[in-house]
C-alpha cells in the first residue's frame, strides 16, 4: 500500500523508549485534507503543541477518503502508537476507524468533526451553533425577507449536516426567508464559484444572500458576484474566519464569517490525546464556541 509516508523515527525496536517519564509518547492524526486551509491550521498548532509536550507526531492525509482513513488508522495501530487523532471524512464512513482503535485499546481523539461511533473523546465546535449563527446575520441583515442560497460542504461530513441543521432552525424563524437552491460544493474554493455562476444563471438578480458553509466556497461565490456585478446586491456569509475570508470582510466583499478556533482545536486534541494515552483524567467533550466576524470587530480576530 503506498498511501502513507511516515516519518517514524521510533529508534531501534518496536517497543518504544523504555526509561519511564522520559519516553517519547507517539500520536498519529488522520486529517480530513490537507488541501482545505483550515484542517492544515488545525494540523500545524497540533504539530505545535506535540513539540512542545516532546510528542512525535504522524499527519496523515486522508484526502477526502474514509475508506483511505479507516487504513491509516490500521497502520498506526500496527505501529502501536500511544494514541489517535481522527479528522474524519465522514460521519458514517469513517466510524470503524473509531471502532478498530478502541477494539486496539487505543484512545481515539475526533478533532473538529464527528462519527457516529463513540470516540475517547471530542475536541471541536457545535456546528449548528455556526449554522445559527451565520443564517441569523443574513436574516437581520435582509429584515427577514429574501431569497437564500446554500452552498454545502461535502455531504455526509458532520459539519455539512450540522451547519445545514442550524441554518434550518433559522430559516424555519421566518416564513418570508426562502432557500432558492442549496448544493455541494465540497468545501473547495472553485467548485464554489462554479456553483454561483450556475446559480446566477437560473436566478440572476433573485438572489438575496448566500450561506456557504465554508470560507473556501464564500470566497468562492464573492468571486462569481464581483464578476457578474452582483456582489453589492447580495449579502455572503460563511464560516472558519480564514486569513483570506478576514481580508476579505475587512475590504467589505465578504460581508461577514464565523470564527472557529483552529488553535484550541489543535492545541486541545494533542492535550486530550497525551492525557488519554497516560491514563489521566481527560474531557470527554471539548467544546469551543464560535464568534460572529464583521467589519466592527474584526479586529478581535485579524491575528488569532
Same mark, same amino acid.
Given at each position: 500500500m503506498?498511501t502513507?509516508?511516515?516519518s517514524?523515527?521510533?529508534g531501534?525496536?518496536g517497543?518504544?523508549?523504555?526509561?519511564g517519564?522520559?519516553?517519547?509518547?507517539?500520536?498519529?492524526a488522520?486529517?480530513l485534507?490537507?488541501?482545505?486551509?483550515?484542517i492544515?491550521n488545525?494540523a500545524?498548532?497540533?504539530e505545535?503543541?506535540?513539540?512542545?509536550?516532546n510528542?512525535?507526531?504522524?499527519v496523515?492525509?486522508?484526502?477526502h477518503s474514509p475508506?483511505k482513513?479507516?487504513?491509516?488508522?490500521e497502520s498506526?495501530?500496527?505501529?502501536?502508537?500511544d494514541a489517535?487523532? #481522527?479528522?474524519p471524512?465522514?460521519?458514517?464512513? %469513517?466510524?470503524?476507524?473509531?471502532?478498530k /482503535? =478502541?477494539?486496539a485499546?487505543?484512545p481515539i481523539i475526533?478533532?473538529n468533526?464527528?462519527?457516529s461511533a463513540k470516540?475517547?473523546?471530542f475536541v471541536?465546535?457545535?456546528?449548528?451553533?455556526s449554522?445559527?449563527?451565520?443564517?441569523?446575520?443574513?436574516?437581520e441583515?435582509l429584515?427577514?425577507?429574501?431569497?437564500v442560497?446554500?452552498?454545502?460542504?461535502?455531504m455526509?461530513?458532520?459539519a455539512q449536516?450540522?451547519?445545514e441543521q442550524?441554518?434550518r432552525?433559522?430559516?424555519k424563524q421566518?416564513?418570508n426567508l426562502?432557500?432558492?437552491?442549496?448544493?455541494?460544493?465540497e468545501w473547495d474554493?472553485?467548485?464554489?464559484m462554479a456553483?454561483?455562476?450556475n446559480?446566477i444563471?437560473?436566478?440572476?438578480n433573485?438572489i438575496?444572500?448566500?450561506f456557504?458553509?465554508?470560507?473556501e466556497?464564500?470566497?468562492?461565490?464573492?468571486?462569481?458576484?464581483t464578476?457578474?456585478? #452582483?456582489k453589492?446586491?447580495?449579502?455572503?456569509v %460563511?464560516?472558519d474566519a480564514?486569513?483570506? /475570508? =478576514?481580508q476579505?470582510?475587512?475590504?467589505?466583499?465578504?460581508?461577514?464569517?464565523v470564527f472557529?478556533?483552529?488553535?484550541?482545536?489543535?492545541?486541545m486534541?494533542i492535550?486530550?490525546?497525551v492525557k488519554?494515552a497516560?491514563?489521566?483524567?481527560?474531557?470527554?467533550?471539548t467544546l469551543?464556541?464560535?464568534q460572529?466576524?464583521?467589519?466592527?470587530n474584526?479586529s478581535n480576530?485579524m491575528?488569532?
Amino acid at each position: 500500500m503506498t498511501t502513507l509516508h511516515l516519518s517514524c523515527n521510533q529508534g531501534g525496536t518496536g517497543e518504544q523508549g523504555q526509561t519511564g517519564d522520559s519516553k517519547k509518547l507517539v500520536v498519529g492524526a488522520t486529517m480530513l485534507s490537507m488541501q482545505n486551509e483550515f484542517i492544515v491550521n488545525i494540523a500545524d498548532e497540533m504539530e505545535k503543541k506535540a513539540n512542545e509536550s516532546n510528542v512525535e507526531l504522524i499527519v496523515v492525509d486522508a484526502e477526502h477518503s474514509p475508506l483511505k482513513q479507516i487504513q491509516q488508522v490500521e497502520s498506526f495501530i500496527a505501529q502501536k502508537v500511544d494514541a489517535i487523532i #481522527l479528522n474524519p471524512c465522514e460521519v458514517e464512513a %469513517s466510524s470503524p476507524a473509531v471502532a478498530k /482503535a =478502541l477494539a486496539a485499546n487505543i484512545p481515539i481523539i475526533n478533532v473538529n468533526s464527528a462519527t457516529s461511533a463513540k470516540p475517547t473523546a471530542f475536541v471541536g465546535s457545535d456546528d449548528v451553533e455556526s449554522g445559527r449563527i451565520a443564517m441569523k446575520y443574513i436574516a437581520e441583515k435582509l429584515g427577514g425577507k429574501g431569497n437564500v442560497v446554500m452552498i454545502h460542504g461535502y455531504m455526509g461530513q458532520a459539519a455539512q449536516i450540522q451547519r445545514e441543521q442550524g441554518a434550518r432552525e433559522v430559516l424555519k424563524q421566518y416564513p418570508n426567508l426562502k432557500l432558492l437552491a442549496h448544493q455541494t460544493g465540497e468545501w473547495d474554493r472553485a467548485k464554489g464559484m462554479a456553483l454561483m455562476e450556475n446559480w446566477i444563471q437560473s436566478y440572476g438578480n433573485q438572489i438575496n444572500a448566500v450561506f456557504a458553509q465554508n470560507d473556501e466556497m464564500g470566497m468562492g461565490a464573492v468571486k462569481a458576484l464581483t464578476d457578474a456585478g #452582483l456582489k453589492d446586491k447580495v449579502i455572503v456569509v %460563511s464560516i472558519d474566519a480564514i486569513p483570506d /475570508a =478576514l481580508q476579505a470582510v475587512k475590504k467589505g466583499t465578504l460581508d461577514a464569517t464565523v470564527f472557529q478556533n483552529a488553535q484550541q482545536q489543535g492545541t486541545m486534541a494533542i492535550e486530550t490525546a497525551v492525557k488519554a494515552a497516560k491514563g489521566e483524567t481527560y474531557q470527554k467533550e471539548t467544546l469551543i464556541p464560535f464568534q460572529l466576524v464583521t467589519k466592527e470587530n474584526l479586529s478581535n480576530f485579524m491575528n488569532q
